[in-house]
């Protein structure tokens, strides 16, 4: 298990994170170039090496229900990886990232009667198209997915 300072002088070598001190002589990380609402990255950072880092929504990691995974027990390189992997999820490319399906906003889907739908990603809402007419709205792409799946399409190309 690292030290706090050990845990300390690896956060504190990444240059997005700014230090917020707390109570009880802990400290948070905190992402001012967030694009969501979300800014700490390092949440309780506690002199006896104890501390969260925000992965909710980030493959391999469980968080707890607010977001966080304890980095108690972390090495020198997952510590690295947690903290590359929540900044990126914050910044502008990764909170684009997370709305649309990996960065694609649009796709055509197509079935065996060689009929086509396009998916759309607009206002922050998943959006199935007919040519000009909308057939359906859903709140992520998953739900988009699953409906057009269940029509019987599947992706053709974007």
Same mark, same amino acid.
């Given at each position: 298990?690292?030290?706090y300072r050990k845990k300390l002088s690896i956060i504190e070598s990444f240059p997005e994170l700014e230090k917020k001190e707390v109570s009880l #002589? +802990?400290?948070? $990380?905190q992402y001012t170039g967030s694009a969501a609402e979300k800014k700490n990255v390092v949440y309780h950072l506690h002199p006896n090496g104890n #501390? %969260?880092? %925000?992965?909710?929504? &980030? *493959?391999? %990691? !469980?968080?707890?229900?607010k977001g966080m995974v304890n980095i +108690?027990? $972390?090495?020198? *390189? *997952? &510590? +690295?990886?947690?903290?590359r992997k929540s900044i990126h999820m914050l910044s502008? *490319? #990764?909170?684009y990232e997370s709305h649309t399906a990996g960065g694609v906003d649009h796709e055509i889907w197509i079935n065996d009667r060689r009929q086509t739908l396009e998916i759309v990603f607009e206002h922050d809402l998943w959006n199935v198209y007919? #040519?000009? &007419?909308l057939d359906g709205t859903f709140r992520t792409y998953k !739900?988009?997915? !699953?409906y057009l799946i269940e029509e019987g399409f599947h992706p053709g190309h974007s």
């Amino acid at each position: 298990m690292l030290d706090y300072r050990k845990k300390l002088s690896i956060i504190e070598s990444f240059p997005e994170l700014e230090k917020k001190e707390v109570s009880l #002589g +802990r400290v948070n $990380f905190q992402y001012t170039g967030s694009a969501a609402e979300k800014k700490n990255v390092v949440y309780h950072l506690h002199p006896n090496g104890n #501390g %969260y880092v %925000y992965a909710k929504g &980030l *493959e391999d %990691y !469980e968080p707890d229900k607010k977001g966080m995974v304890n980095i +108690r027990d $972390f090495s020198e *390189e *997952e &510590l +690295r990886a947690i903290i590359r992997k929540s900044i990126h999820m914050l910044s502008p *490319e #990764g909170v684009y990232e997370s709305h649309t399906a990996g960065g694609v906003d649009h796709e055509i889907w197509i079935n065996d009667r060689r009929q086509t739908l396009e998916i759309v990603f607009e206002h922050d809402l998943w959006n199935v198209y007919a #040519g000009d &007419l909308l057939d359906g709205t859903f709140r992520t792409y998953k !739900e988009a997915k !699953e409906y057009l799946i269940e029509e019987g399409f599947h992706p053709g190309h974007s």
